[in-house]
């Protein structure tokens, strides 16, 4: 009885979610001129979106997007951009009655929005350049909805619109800040390793070895913390968002992302290095390959970014009037 009983509640709340996002969509106006424009941006950027062929071999900018967000070189790898769509939409969602309470209409000047994105566009394909396309891409999309349904729906949602900025695959450039941030954590797992748990540990530069020499391992650009950087850095923005819009508490929030993205990093780091030491390189290595430990840099990050919001939310002194809630 009990995978009925699921199937049935599960059920239950699909038509729930169901009712209710059609009573609000037949609340929009110019829904069809939406459609219909939305669906001619999506052809244009699936056929003609990317123009650069030499690494990717696809006219398609969502699969160039894909690839760069699935990339086999580690270094590049930027998986956080697979969910930002999902967390976006999830914003919009909890936003809808805010949003349905302006003044819906259409909106000609809508048009310059869209017009300069397809400019955007053209430039990033001669170029060869997909990242500018991306940009191109939601800066159009953002110039439709403007068109559809006003600019007071566009002031609404511009917060979480932007938050399709983490979208953008940084490549090479997140490259620049990668080797300081090498040196950084590898300071933080010298430091803790040789004077909190005591290990035989040398380090040059970003390698770690032991006095003996009896193994060596190095903090590779993958490990530097780079990618959960980012991605931590989209979580407090996000959650930060939703708990303490328009309050200080909000940049506290999105500031704590650098430290939270170090420990957790670190913390893994350090794992690694310890068994290496005390059970050779082999188990190191595949202790740096395990799945598990590679997940360890968010739980820091996330308990602490828990708890830092459970924080920010008591009264402080400074504060002239209690926190309106969203």
């Known amino acids: 009885m009990q995978p009925q009983t699921d199937n049935l509640v599960r059920d239950g709340i699909v038509e729930s979610f169901w009712a209710e996002f059609?009573?609000?969509w037949r609340r929009l106006p110019n829904s069809g001129m939406f459609v219909g424009l939305f669906v001619a941006w999506l052809c244009l950027f699936q056929f003609l979106g990317n123009g650069t062929f030499g690494y990717v071999n696809t006219s398609s900018l969502f699969y160039w997007m894909w690839r760069a967000y699935n990339s086999d070189v580690a270094e590049l790898n930027e998986g956080h951009g697979n969910v930002v769509p999902l967390v976006v939409l999830g914003l919009v969602w909890w936003k809808r009655k805010e949003l349905f309470a302006v003044e819906l209409r259409s909106w000609w000047p809508g048009v310059f929005l869209l017009a300069g994105a397809l400019a955007l566009h053209l430039g990033g394909y001669i170029l060869q350049q997909p990242k500018i396309s991306i940009v191109a891409f939601f800066a159009g999309l953002y110039g439709l909805m403007g068109m559809a349904w006003g600019p007071k729906w566009l002031a609404r949602i511009l917060f979480p619109f932007a938050l399709f900025a983490f979208s953008v695959p940084l490549g090479d450039l997140g490259l620049a800040v990668t080797f300081p941030l090498r040196l950084f954590v590898s300071g933080i797992v010298e430091f803790v390793g040789r004077n909190l748990l005591n290990l035989d540990l040398v380090r040059e530069g970003t390698q770690f070895t032991n006095a003996a020499h009896a193994y060596a391992f190095d903090?590779?650009?993958?490990?530097?913390?780079i990618r959960s950087l980012f991605a931590i850095f989209f979580i407090c923005t996000a959650y930060g968002y939703v708990v303490f819009r328009k309050s200080w508490r909000w940049l506290a929030m999105i500031a704590s992302a650098f430290p939270l993205a170090v420990l957790g990093n670190a913390l893994r780091l350090l794992v690694v290095v310890f068994v290496a030491s005390k059970w050779g390189p082999n188990a190191?290595?595949?202790?740096?390959?395990?799945?598990?430990?590679?997940?360890?840099?968010?739980?820091p990050a996330v308990i602490g970014v828990?708890?830092?919001a459970r924080w920010l939310q008591r009264p402080f002194p400074t504060d002239s009037q209690p926190e309106a809630k969203p």
Do not use: E, F, Q
């Not at 190191?284 to 739980?299: E, F, M, Q, R, W």
């Open 306 to 308: 828990v708890y830092l």
């Open 284 to 299: 190191g290595k595949a202790a740096h390959d395990n799945t598990l430990l590679s997940i360890l840099p968010y739980v």
């Open 22 to 24: 059609m009573s609000y």
């Open 219 to 225: 903090v590779a650009a993958a490990c530097s913390g």
